[in-house]
């Protein structure tokens, strides 16, 4: 089916490991995005990309890795898993800046 | 920096009542963008409506309009006919202007029950 997919959708992990939260879509979009969730913050920036080969830091972006050698795929990396990224994990994306974005449906990561 | 304030965390309303959740931002802006967002217990991000700024003409869809004061830098929602399915997480959104990315400022949502 088109659109945009996160996996996994739950995933535990101890400090310290790296973990990779996966986002893909199916519409070539050029825009990709990753939020992350806390309580009483909403939603925050952490990386975006206008098209492949090209990132941009968010609001939040430290402890965090992002690449995009794909259209489809924009891949973050947690390369040393604290406590504070536990958290809600979104993935969205958009044709044009100016267009609302699509979001996936999330992968809650929880850092024991 | 573009800020979004969301100020009533909990609201409640009966089924078939109309609410308002209120939106307040701050940018020197001219041109942008804001949405409303639901998050249902499913905890998917559905775009309820979305806002030019420089139309002056409210956006509705539906049971959804929003009541948009450029001057004030408010921007509520109003649901009519509320429904059990609209109990759920509603955010509102700013999007930075074209030149500075595109990137949505979110509020810190309102958590709205419906209750029959």
């Known amino acids: 089916d088109a659109g945009i997919t996160q996996s996994p959708r739950y995933k535990i992990t101890e400090t310290g490991r790296q973990v990779t939260l996966m986002c893909h879509q199916t519409w070539s979009h050029s825009y990709m995005f990753w939020y992350r969730q806390d309580l009483g913050h909403g939603l925050r920036l952490i990386y975006y990309?206008?098209?492949?080969?090209?990132?941009d830091k968010g609001e939040v972006p430290d402890g965090y890795v992002v690449s995009r050698s794909k259209t489809e795929n924009f891949p973050l990396t947690l390369e040393s898993a604290t406590r504070s990224q536990t958290s809600v994990y979104f993935c969205a994306s958009t044709f044009d800046r100016a267009q609302p974005q699509h979001f996936g449906d999330g992968t809650r990561l929880s850092i024991l | 920096a573009q800020t979004v304030t969301q100020s009533q965390p909990e609201m409640s309303v009966q089924e078939a009542e109309t609410v308002t959740l209120s939106c307040t931002y701050d940018t020197s802006e001219n041109n942008y963008y804001l949405f409303w967002y639901k998050q249902p217990p499913s905890r998917q991000m559905i775009l309820v409506i979305r806002q030019e700024a420089y139309k002056q003409q409210n956006a509705t869809e539906n049971r959804f309009s929003v009541n948009f004061q450029k001057a004030a830098k408010s921007f509520s929602l109003k649901i009519s006919d509320s429904q059990l399915g609209d109990t759920a997480m509603y955010f509102c959104a700013f999007m930075k202007p074209y030149n500075q990315g595109g990137k949505l400022i979110f509020g810190q949502g309102t958590e709205l029950s419906v209750k029959p």
């Open positions: 990309s206008a098209a492949a080969d090209i990132t």
